[in-house]
């Protein structure tokens, strides 16, 4: 079997071996197998635009004619080097147009991009199965391989990250490597000439504003915040973000609080309950929700609840009157939570 671990991949490809002369790059994370196929690309062609020395055929192309892709495998470069074929592989099987090449004498290196193939897959299961060829398998990076990316990356435009500011990040990227290199550097441009890249940088950079300022909006109303509330609704209503979309965020808040409470009255402690929260509670809002399973109990946060299904079915009767009945809202469920407070 010729399949790559993922944690090995890199390293592979940096040191390819000339004797795999095919390359299946495939899985869930387009962005990835891009990346990694342009990588071996520049690796072995000096200019990507010579046409003799890079080929490139489509999938489906290759599916209606299979001896295509052994007579490119088979011709020699007019100025001599090692050639590349790379294919886009579509919805159709290339199996046919592959075999001829595992079976026959070393060609050119053939680069194969492909979406996710299931364990079994026949394109999948060829390349694993042949011992000149390489499957390797693309997945989303994990915190510890985006922290990685951040580094480096704004490392070669000169820049530090604060500790929060990268954890901040690395949890609003990911999923792609293209579209994460693309806020990276988007972020890294920004913040050209300052030194370093701050938690506000990111906040005002990186990924979806509105999102950003909702959680700031739930996570201050909740915690008896109310000036801090104030400031974020007006910053979520600057990013036309709609009045029952907050109302929206700080019932689910509240149905999230909830379900903490329960927990506390069962013996936990707020911060043992936030710890062990599930999806993961980002460090910098930690304090506001500890603040927020001291104001509200089980009882209170479904009292809340109910006032806040109230207020949403009237912002969306009335669209008028709803930033209003929104802006009342909020600052209600603040006032509590501060007069509530231990």
Do not use: W
């Not at 053939?110 to 897959?121: N, P, Q």
């Not at 293209?178 to 370093?196: D, Q």
């Not at 936990?268 to 936030?274: G, M, N």
């Amino acid at each position: 079997m010729v399949a790559v671990r993922p944690g090995d991949a890199e390293a592979v490809l940096a040191r390819r071996d000339p004797g795999k002369n095919v390359v299946l790059l495939f899985g869930p994370d387009i962005g990835l197998v891009r990346e990694r196929a342009d990588a071996l690309v520049r690796a072995v062609v000096t200019d990507a635009s010579d046409p003799f020395a890079l080929v490139r055929l489509e999938g489906d192309e290759l599916s209606a004619d299979p001896r295509r892709l052994i007579d490119e495998t088979s011709t020699i470069g007019l100025f001599g080097g090692e050639r590349v074929i790379r294919v886009r592989a579509g919805a159709r099987n290339i199996v046919p147009a592959l075999k001829p090449v595992l079976e026959g004498p070393p060609g050119a290196l053939v680069v194969v991009e492909a979406a996710d193939l299931k364990r079994g897959a026949p394109l999948r299961n060829l390349c694993e199965s042949a011992s000149n060829a390489l499957a390797i398998a693309c997945y989303a990076d994990t915190q510890r391989d985006l922290a990685r990316l951040v580094d480096s990356m704004l490392a070669e435009a000169g820049l530090t990250i604060d500790r929060d500011a990268r954890e901040l990040l690395v949890s609003l990227i990911g999923g792609d490597r293209l579209a994460s290199r693309g806020e990276i550097a988007k972020l890294a441009l920004y913040a050209m000439g300052n030194g370093r890249v701050t938690l506000e940088d990111v906040r005002v950079i990186i990924g979806d504003a509105s999102a950003l300022a909702l959680d700031d909006v739930v996570d201050s109303a909740l915690s008896g915040d109310t000036k801090g509330a104030v400031v974020a609704l007006a910053k979520a209503f600057g990013a036309a973000t709609r009045p029952d979309a907050v109302l929206g965020a700080l019932l689910r808040g509240l149905s999230a609080l909830h379900h903490m409470a329960l927990q506390m009255e069962g013996g936990l402690s707020a911060d043992r309950v936030v710890e062990k929260a599930r999806p993961q509670i980002h460090f910098s809002r930690r304090p506001k929700i500890e603040k927020a399973l001291r104001a509200f109990g089980a009882e209170r946060c479904l009292k809340a609840m109910l006032a806040v299904d109230e207020a949403i079915l009237a912002a969306r009767r009335n669209a008028a009157l709803a930033p209003a009945i929104c802006e009342r809202t909020v600052l209600q469920v603040a006032q509590q939570a501060a007069h509530r407070r231990v």
